[in-house]
């Protein structure tokens, strides 16, 4: 069993920054991608940022530039600096984790976090 706990979400000024940080924790052999997506009231979940085992980054067009992901393979555990925060990116944050390989059973399979409410205001 696999389980994502994340934590460093809350409410910021416009203007602001917060730290987002989701360990996993459990049967893990290795994950391929960890990553960061959101989700608006209303609006569909999209993908924020995502990071490799091999370090490579991929980010959404919102984002790059304030946004920086990064990782600890060792902990299992993926963090996301968000600087220069605005209105809009208002949003419940979710983790995943991708191609996370089971140390017992030698299986893939793709986990999400619970989710973690970040709101800036304007």
């Known amino acids: 069993q696999v389980q994502l706990v994340e934590s460093g979400g809350g409410l910021v000024q416009a203007g602001g920054s917060l730290r987002l940080s989701c360990a996993a924790s459990?049967?893990?052999?290795?994950?391929?991608?960890m990553g960061w997506y959101r989700q608006a009231p209303g609006k569909q979940r999209e993908l924020v940022a995502a990071i490799f085992s091999s370090g490579s980054t991929n980010y959404a067009d919102s984002v790059k530039g304030r946004f920086t992901i990064s990782r600890d393979n060792a902990k299992n555990t993926v963090y996301l600096q968000m600087n220069s925060l605005k209105p809009e990116d208002t949003a419940v944050y979710y983790c995943?984790?991708?191609?996370?390989?089971?140390?017992?059973?030698?299986?893939?399979?793709?986990?999400w976090g619970q989710g973690t409410q970040v709101t800036v205001s304007s």
């Open positions: 995943n984790a991708g191609g996370l390989r089971d140390s017992w059973s030698g299986r893939f399979y793709d986990y």
């Open positions: 459990g049967s893990i052999f290795s994950i391929n991608v």
